[in-house]
C-alpha cells in the first residue's frame, strides 16, 4: 500500500484503514491480539446496550427516552475510555521508587497521571449519573 501523505494528515478514517493495512503485515499474534481486543470491546459494549434498551423496554419507555439512552450509553462508553487510558498509564510510573527530595520529572508524572485518572474517574461518574437521572425521570 503507497501511503497518501497528505491524505493521511487530514483524514481520520484513512489513518484508520493505513494502521489496519499495516497492522496486517505484522506478526500473527500481534493481528489476533487486535482482533481479540476489537471482539471483546464490541461484546462488551452491545451487552451493555442491550442491557440499556431491555430496562427501557420493560419500563415501556417512549421513542424519545431510547435516542436519549442511545446518546447516553455512547457518552458512558466515551467517558470510560480516557478513565481506563489513564489507569493503564499510571501503572509504569506507579511502579518506578522515587524517595528523592523536591520536585522531580518522575514526581510530576505521578502527579500529572493522578489528576488525570481522578478527573477523568468523576468524569465518569457525572456523564453516567446525569444520564440515568434523566432517562429514570423521562421513564416516569
Known amino acids: 500500500m503507497d501511503v497518501d501523505w497528505d491524505r493521511y494528515q487530514d483524514s481520520t478514517l484513512y489513518k484508520l484503514q493505513v494502521s489496519i493495512h499495516f497492522l496486517g503485515k505484522q506478526s500473527p499474534a500481534l493481528k489476533q491480539r487486535f482482533f481479540t481486543a476489537v471482539k471483546d470491546s464490541s461484546a462488551r459494549n452491545g451487552v451493555f446496550l442491550l442491557s440499556v434498551l431491555l430496562v427501557l423496554w420493560l419500563a415501556s419507555a417512549g421513542l424519545p427516552t431510547y435516542g436519549l439512552a442511545l446518546v447516553a450509553a455512547g457518552a458512558v462508553v466515551l467517558a470510560w475510555t480516557p478513565f481506563r487510558l489513564y489507569v493503564n498509564e499510571l501503572t509504569e510510573p506507579a511502579a518506578v521508587p522515587d524517595n528523592r527530595e523536591g520536585p522531580t520529572p518522575h514526581q510530576r508524572k505521578v502527579s500529572l497521571v493522578s489528576r488525570n485518572v481522578a478527573d ?14 434523566r432517562i429514570a425521570t423521562s421513564v416516569a
Open 120 to 133: 477523568a474517574g468523576v468524569g465518569f461518574l457525572l456523564v453516567a449519573t446525569g444520564f440515568a437521572v
